[in-house]
């Protein structure tokens, strides 16, 4: 299905293009991204911990350390792990450039070129972004896999934790386990849970990151690898560049030290919530025939438009209206661009402008789908409980 | 040869463990490391960098940003280039996480495992780290390799510049070319020159950092890739950890445009210049019988002991006497402990604690080297001109 609208140019744009064009423009309302909300950075508490940094003797955070991190920080990192069930010591810690670095030397270590990772059929893009550097397949999670990949806590897009069932599923397999957490304290309606690596050391490459939580900025995450993984963890991160960011570490220990971070986190939880709910019920209001997948935390909601059109034409589209979002291919490890998907992140919309992102999205899809996707129609009574739209299309 | 001392423990301490424990005690006058002077970080000036970055609308530098860094971080990057003579656009710099990362990343585009790349028979740590951990090969660079590593402008760890015989050679290889310019500015008697990168844009991949100029804990470097390069270079960028620290490079940014970096070259260039001979002084009354390699810049000497000794043994009892150094087979592609060299850094010690330094190095020295390297003597009335202790051993 072509596009109604004048020629296209020669080579039409590609997502990132689309996308990149569409942040650089503040009149476009920015569903892509993942981005989390700029009015919650600590701008006042951050400040007062680099300025506290600069000023202590020989101004350590701006001097070059030692690979593993700061002492300190994996101090903490571990007591807030310890606390969920997994008795991790400051020394198991390796402080990465966020949780995607942390990723990519558990892919280091684990596959070599051409090994299969069992992931979810969509999974996070930097995810799918290492296996295509390093000639990894993803895979089907019960497929024949080299490892897992997952997010037990909250995945990426949907925003679902894995039961019970799943993760005893998952750890049956007995194969290396890449646990990501980055999500873990964004669930809306409670405190992160005991990760797998609480329950399998051995096995659990576990991954987290303060970028949702704190800031992405600051590029600080971590590592906590199996024990007999750990020299070699070090020795890639060394290898990469060295040591992770002093300043950053410094600022997010000192935080941390300072701050009420499980107040904070209690906070971010509610106002990703807030937004989640408004998000949700401006698409059941306006594009009432799309099927939506509930998030039970994160930045994102995860919906199938009612009809299949090339994705590209309709990001392009919204752009045009002045709205952006991620297109579904992203997220999937052969790039597929059907069933049509879109991701749309609520983190970093203004609260107020949500429902107007929305309605310019419907427009766009309603000018690509023609009438089968014509008008809002009346919100169902009642919505019923847990997810709306359920079952889900896969 | 063995120590005179009470006996050392079963499981003798490897240099590193040597090294981090010299770095714990502010007692220990630590020539090793290749640390900059705390006492030029220009704290704020950095301060005000942070403040005017987080205060800004959106706070930027606090969110996520794009795998090849600010534009405007890598216009001012280009611009410097482009004073050296190098036509580079911004669009053709890639930020990463110090020098450390842009090696990283030329190395994994050029060399698969097994590979030969051509070094000084003395050359960067971190280099043999990336060596070490992608299966490659350091070796001759006359020899039959797949790539060069050098530093033309300033080496590590001897401080000399390449002459344009030695670059004329190497380009006459037509093999490409990883050119380290991390120390570029910090040459004793004048400006950087002009890098190979100016003469040989398809075959070089031209690597810096402002961790030797402003500060390490930023960890803010940069690569030039050749242009074929530069969608590879940015996808393993983008795999690696997404994208380098926001807060840090804006701090960097706002800091080039608010100060007069050049004028912060020149001071540095006079104070590490002082203080290099200040140690080249020392030396060579304290220890006269050591052949020293006088550098051109930096932040460090090369000397060769008088005698043979095992450098752990070295090492050790320098930690004992209170000093500290950095072993030459830190500095060698195949771990060689002989010649017994030693890398002694100045740039992060107090000036006033330099001769103090040198005095426990000697008796360090003394103590495990016997009679043959006993007393000072007289220092020679005329060093003569440029190299003191030339010829060099190798």
Request: glycine fraction near 14%.
């Given at each position: 299905v072509q596009s109604r609208r004048p020629s296209p140019p020669a080579a039409?744009?590609?997502?990132?293009?689309?996308?990149?064009?569409?942040?650089?423009?503040?009149?476009?309302?920015?569903?892509?991204?993942?981005?989390?909300?700029?009015?919650?950075?600590?701008?006042?508490?951050?400040?007062?911990?680099?300025?506290?940094?600069?000023?202590r003797p020989a101004a350590a955070a701006l001097q070059y350390g030692w690979p593993e991190g700061l002492e300190g920080l994996r101090t903490q990192i571990a007591e807030r792990l310890r606390r969920r069930g997994a008795a991790v010591a400051p020394e198991e810690v390796l402080v990465t450039n966020g949780a995607q670095q942390a990723l990519a030397i558990a892919l280091q270590i684990l596959c070599r070129a051409g090994a299969r990772v069992?992931?979810?059929?969509?999974?996070?893009?930097?995810?799918?972004?290492?296996?295509?550097?390093?000639?990894?397949?993803?895979?089907?999670?019960?497929?024949?896999?080299?490892?897992?990949y997952l997010m037990p806590a909250l995945s990426n897009p949907r925003g679902h934790g894995m039961d019970d069932l799943a993760r005893a599923r998952a750890r049956a397999r007995r194969l290396p386990i890449i646990e990501d957490d980055a999500y873990a304290d964004l669930r809306f309606e409670g405190p992160a849970g005991r990760p797998l690596l609480a329950d399998d050391r051995e096995r659990v490459f576990h991954v987290g990151t303060f970028s949702k939580t704190l800031c992405p900025g600051l590029r600080v995450g971590y590592l906590v690898p199996p024990p007999r993984h750990k020299a070699r963890a070090l020795r890639w991160k060394r290898s990469a560049d060295l040591q992770p960011n002093t300043l950053a570490q410094t600022i997010v220990e000192d935080f941390l030290g300072h701050q009420d971070f499980d107040?904070?986190?209690?906070?971010?939880?509610r106002y990703y919530g807030r937004k989640a709910a408004r998000l949700l019920e401006a698409l059941r209001r306006e594009l009432p025939r799309w099927e939506i997948d509930?998030?039970?935390?994160?930045f994102a909601v995860w919906c199938y438009p009612d009809e299949e059109r090339p994705e590209l034409d309709f990001l392009a589209r919204a752009v045009d209206e002045g709205v952006s979002f991620d297109p579904g291919s992203m997220f999937r490890g052969n790039g597929a661009v059907t069933p049509l998907a879109v991701r749309l992140c609520h983190s970093s919309v203004d609260e107020a402008r949500i429902e107007e992102g929305v309605r310019r999205l419907?427009?766009?899809?309603?000018?690509?789908?023609?009438?089968?996707?014509?008008?809002?129609r009346a919100r169902p009574a009642s919505p019923g409980p847990g997810r709306t739209n359920a079952p889900l299309r896969r």
């Open positions: 039409p744009p590609d997502a990132e293009t689309l996308q990149r064009r569409a942040a650089a423009d503040p009149g476009v309302i920015g569903f892509g991204g993942g981005l989390p909300a700029d009015v919650l950075f600590p701008r006042a508490a951050l400040t007062a911990a680099f300025v506290r940094a600069v000023q069992g992931v979810d059929p969509e999974t996070y893009p930097g995810a799918l972004d290492v296996f295509t550097a390093r000639g990894l397949v993803a895979a089907p999670l019960d497929g024949d896999v080299r490892a897992l107040a904070r986190i209690v906070k971010l939880r509930e998030p039970e935390g994160g419907a427009r766009a899809w309603r000018r690509l789908a023609g009438p089968g996707a014509r008008g809002p």
